[in-house]
């Protein structure tokens, strides 16, 4: 298994990547930002994604994006094949593309939205902060990719203010601390107030 800086010579993954990022969301009744083979395929072209190969079978996959003329950086996508799920590939893609962000874009805030307690507890051990989402990009690009998402009205309702995602922000220049802890429980708890009150409309 190896995970690596995928070039053009990985398009041909592109295919597979799209479906098992859809095949995912579906599964867990989650909204996402779904993504063309081509828009995965330029990414690779341009040295800002991470694959993970078994030999020549797919396992795993993240990508950058930029946002507010590079001051911004997204480390996004990130999935794994079902066949390889369980085994901690998506912490070391996960480390493999923040450390790639930071090399590549050293000036750059790092930040994610996330309705996910792996993906929250992968982003704290790197140093992420949870915050506003006033303190995210304000790129409308950015939030317009939310559209594909099945909770997308509840962002438009609160006027991009909040969501049932929760705002994480590495910031490069900000002062190290030591990593909060998050737990189980009170992430459960946090979620399901937040679905008590955004989705309120929706059980009407």
Same mark, same amino acid.
């Given at each position: 298994?190896?995970?690596?800086?995928?070039? $053009?010579?990985?398009?041909?993954?592109?295919?597979?990547?799209?479906? !098992?990022?859809?095949?995912? @969301? @579906?599964?867990? =009744?989650?909204?996402?930002?779904?993504?063309?083979?081509?828009?995965?395929?330029?990414? /690779?072209? *341009?040295? *800002? @994604?991470?694959?993970?190969?078994?030999?020549?079978k797919?396992?795993?996959?993240?990508?950058i994006?930029l946002?507010?003329?590079?001051?911004?950086?997204?480390?996004? =996508?990130?999935?794994?094949h079902?066949?390889?799920?369980?085994?901690?590939l998506?912490?070391?893609?996960?480390?493999?593309v923040?450390?790639?962000?930071?090399?590549?874009?050293?000036?750059?805030?790092?930040?994610?939205?996330?309705?996910?307690?792996?993906? /929250?507890? /992968? *982003?704290?051990?790197?140093g992420?902060?949870?915050?506003? %989402?006033?303190?995210?990009t304000?790129?409308?690009t %950015?939030?317009?990719?939310? $559209? !594909?998402c099945? *909770?997308?009205?509840?962002? !438009?309702? !609160?006027?991009?203010?909040?969501?049932?995602?929760?705002?994480?922000?590495?910031?490069p220049?900000?002062?190290?601390?030591?990593?909060i802890?998050?737990?189980?429980?009170?992430?459960?708890?946090?979620?399901s107030?937040? $679905?008590? /009150?955004?989705l309120?409309?929706d059980?009407?």
């Amino acid at each position: 298994m190896e995970v690596i800086i995928a070039d $053009q010579s990985h398009s041909k993954y592109a295919e597979i990547i799209c479906e !098992t990022i859809a095949e995912s @969301a @579906a599964v867990r =009744g989650t909204g996402i930002a779904r993504r063309t083979p081509e828009y995965i395929t330029k990414k /690779m072209v *341009n040295g *800002n @994604a991470v694959i993970a190969l078994d030999g020549d079978k797919f396992a795993g996959f993240c990508y950058i994006e930029l946002w507010g003329h590079g001051k911004f950086v997204a480390n996004s =996508g990130l999935i794994v094949h079902p066949d390889y799920r369980g085994v901690g590939l998506a912490k070391k893609i996960k480390h493999k593309v923040f450390k790639h962000s930071r090399t590549k874009f050293p000036e750059a805030k790092v930040f994610s939205i996330t309705t996910g307690l792996a993906v /929250m507890k /992968m *982003n704290t051990e790197l140093g992420y902060k949870p915050v506003p %989402f006033s303190e995210l990009t304000d790129d409308p690009t %950015f939030w317009d990719g939310c $559209q !594909t998402c099945k *909770n997308y009205d509840v962002l !438009t309702r !609160t006027n991009r203010k909040m969501c049932l995602c929760t705002g994480m922000l590495y910031d490069p220049k900000a002062k190290k601390s030591e990593p909060i802890k998050i737990k189980e429980k009170v992430f459960n708890r946090l979620k399901s107030i937040k $679905q008590n /009150m955004f989705l309120k409309k929706d059980k009407k």
